[in-house]
């Protein structure tokens, strides 16, 4: 099973600032089978990026994914006052086995 | 647009059965494309795939469930459901119904989600 580990756990900035998400995986992704979610207070999760890094449809270009092997990142270029939510990032690799990050908690400093 | 929705109790006793549906409206839930599955959450905690589902009646289960867990569907109704035995207190969350494709498994459609609370 491949564990999937989210830093930092809290990050506090301001509207406007760049946000820089990472998600570090025990074993290294083949064909970079890895996704973003965001997920609002007392909503579930929506799907941000796919493949390590296409978006999902509907999902501003401010949101990017990048990396490969086993460091990825999740990137807002400047946060919008809807993006303070909290990240997870979701492997779904072989073996018919998912499993997700910790989360990542973006919040308003 | 295709919608994904969940029902079931709200409350369930230690040691019973779980058990939740989702609907599956706007679509077919016969679609050769997707796995229909369940995420589930603990209330402040990270998110946990249960199992996925195709409409042939294929599973995957999560091992650190699969003893407890079944899953089945019901094409007539266009709805899947979950069942998860002997639960405890360990096992209050939110429960989420979700899609993701056959190939890829990333989930691109959620429900809304049904907290289920396990408690006498």
């Known amino acids: 099973e491949i564990v999937l580990t989210q830093s930092p756990g809290i990050l506090s900035l301001s509207p406007g600032e760049r946000a820089t998400l990472s998600c570090r995986t025990s074993?290294?992704?083949?064909?970079?089978?890895l996704a973003w979610y965001q997920q609002r207070p007392g909503q579930a999760p929506r799907l941000l990026v796919h493949?390590?890094?296409t978006r999902a449809t509907g999902i501003p270009d401010r949101f990017s994914g990048s990396g490969s092997g086993t460091d990825f990142r999740l990137t807002i270029s400047r946060l919008e006052p809807e993006d303070f939510a909290v990240y997870y990032c979701?492997?779904?690799?072989?073996?018919?086995?998912?499993?997700f990050g910790g989360g990542a908690k973006v919040e308003i400093k | 647009q295709l919608q994904l929705q969940e029902s079931g109790p709200g409350l369930v006793k230690p040691s019973e059965t779980l058990s939740l549906t989702c609907t599956v409206s706007?679509?077919?839930?016969?679609?050769?494309?997707?796995?229909w599955g369940w995420v589930r959450q603990s209330p402040g905690k990270e998110l946990e795939w249960i199992g996925s589902?195709?409409?042939?009646?294929?599973?995957y289960y999560n091992p650190s469930l699969k003893s407890r867990v079944t899953m089945s569907v019901d094409k007539s109704k266009n709805q899947f459901s979950l069942n998860l035995t002997s639960v405890t207190a360990a096992d209050t969350a939110f429960f989420y119904c979700?899609?993701?494709?056959?190939?890829?498994?990333?989930?691109?459609?959620w429900g809304r989600g049904t907290l289920v609370t396990v408690s006498s």
């Open positions: 493949g390590a890094s």
């Open positions: 074993q290294s992704v083949t064909s970079n089978q």
């Open positions: 979700a899609r993701h494709r056959l190939t890829d498994w990333y989930f691109d459609l």
């Open positions: 979701q492997h779904y690799g072989g073996s018919a086995l998912l499993t």
């Open positions: 589902l195709y409409f042939t009646g294929s599973t």
């Open positions: 706007g679509g077919s839930i016969t679609t050769f494309s997707y796995y």
